[in-house]
């Protein structure tokens, strides 16, 4: 199989990371299209359109934090419990939740398209913006939300303290399963980094979401932090993973050549 190093648990969740945030891009392309066409037209959305719009936000939001929670669950299972990892983490297991983590985030994320919203703006306790969130549906959300910010962070302190305690049975771990030295260490720093900036990005928007505010400008502006989350990935993908800059290289090559295949 070409490639065939690629084809590994942590690379699959990775790239399930990163389709992430390649959607967080199309909604920003496509929030941005929207917001120029009725300024250009001096017409006011729909609140269809508007729910529609929240639907892709809170898409990609969902399935970034469940996709980052299932990358860093992965590197916990690799690094805590290693002698057991070959046989209880999969290419195929992975892939299955993969699917699971899209169909979650699907389902929460379309349900104020079937009828989970305000009948009017004017209720009492409805958040006016988006076409009109029911309260109960925002703290739904927000519960699963933190929940996987919350997840995350217990097994990224589980990674560090183990490889503060463990520094030369990981040695003998990752000789066993054929890693390179330190890759362990590496790959649970790379996903910190990627934790961290994740928590910067959407941790302002869900804090003010949980505060139910009404000002559509103060939720605008925390929209820049989403932005920078899936701008900034990419880049800690190419400087963090050798495997990453050497596929980007190949393809500048390919390009270069006329789409002439070169060996890697």
Same mark, same amino acid.
């Given at each position: 199989? @070409?490639?065939? %190093? *690629?084809?590994?648990?942590?690379?699959?969740?990775?790239?399930? *990371?990163?389709?992430?945030?390649?959607?967080?891009?199309?909604?920003?392309?496509?929030?941005?299209?929207?917001?120029?066409?009725?300024?250009?037209?001096?017409?006011?959305?729909?609140?269809?359109?508007?729910?529609? +719009?929240?639907?892709?936000?809170?898409?990609?939001?969902?399935?970034?934090?469940?996709?980052?929670?299932?990358?860093?669950?992965?590197?916990?299972?690799?690094?805590?419990?290693?002698?057991?990892?070959?046989? #209880?983490?999969?290419?195929? @297991?992975?892939?299955?939740?993969?699917?699971?983590?899209? /169909?979650?985030?699907?389902?929460?994320?379309?349900?104020?398209?079937?009828?989970? %919203?305000? =009948?009017?703006?004017?209720?009492?306790?409805? *958040?006016?913006?988006?076409?009109?969130?029911?309260?109960?549906? !925002?703290?739904?959300?927000? $519960?699963?939300?933190?929940?996987?910010? $919350?997840?995350?962070?217990?097994?990224? /302190?589980? !990674?560090?303290?183990?490889?503060?305690?463990?520094?030369?049975?990981?040695?003998? +771990?990752?000789?066993?399963?054929? $890693?390179?030295?330190?890759?362990?260490? @590496?790959?649970?720093?790379?996903?910190?980094?990627?934790? =961290?900036?994740? *928590? =910067?990005?959407?941790?302002?928007?869900?804090?003010?979401?949980?505060?139910?505010? +009404?000002?559509?400008?103060?939720?605008?502006?925390?929209?820049?932090?989403?932005?920078?989350?899936?701008?900034? #990935?990419? !880049?800690?993908?190419?400087?963090?993973?050798?495997? !990453?800059?050497?596929?980007?290289?190949?393809?500048?090559?390919?390009?270069?050549?006329? #789409?002439?295949?070169?060996?890697?």
């Amino acid at each position: 199989m @070409k490639h065939e %190093h *690629l084809h590994t648990p942590a690379y699959i969740l990775m790239a399930n *990371l990163a389709a992430s945030d390649v959607l967080t891009g199309i909604d920003f392309i496509f929030a941005g299209c929207s917001v120029l066409y009725y300024f250009h037209t001096e017409t006011n959305p729909s609140e269809t359109m508007l729910r529609l +719009q929240f639907t892709f936000l809170l898409l990609s939001g969902l399935s970034s934090s469940y996709s980052l929670l299932a990358l860093t669950a992965e590197r916990y299972w690799f690094i805590v419990h290693g002698m057991t990892y070959v046989n #209880n983490v999969t290419n195929e @297991k992975c892939k299955v939740v993969v699917l699971i983590v899209w /169909l979650w985030s699907v389902l929460l994320a379309m349900l104020p398209n079937f009828g989970w %919203h305000c =009948v009017s703006r004017a209720e009492e306790g409805c *958040l006016r913006f988006v076409g009109g969130l029911a309260s109960s549906y !925002v703290v739904l959300i927000l $519960a699963f939300v933190f929940i996987p910010m $919350a997840a995350i962070i217990f097994f990224n /302190l589980s !990674v560090f303290w183990c490889l503060w305690k463990h520094v030369n049975a990981i040695a003998a +771990q990752e000789a066993a399963v054929g $890693a390179p030295p330190s890759v362990s260490r @590496k790959s649970a720093v790379t996903v910190v980094i990627i934790t =961290v900036v994740f *928590l =910067v990005g959407w941790l302002p928007f869900s804090i003010k979401m949980t505060m139910f505010t +009404q000002d559509r400008v103060s939720l605008a502006n925390m929209f820049v932090f989403i932005i920078l989350n899936s701008a900034i #990935n990419p !880049v800690i993908y190419g400087f963090r993973l050798r495997e !990453v800059r050497r596929g980007v290289a190949r393809l500048f090559r390919n390009n270069h050549a006329g #789409n002439v295949e070169l060996d890697p």
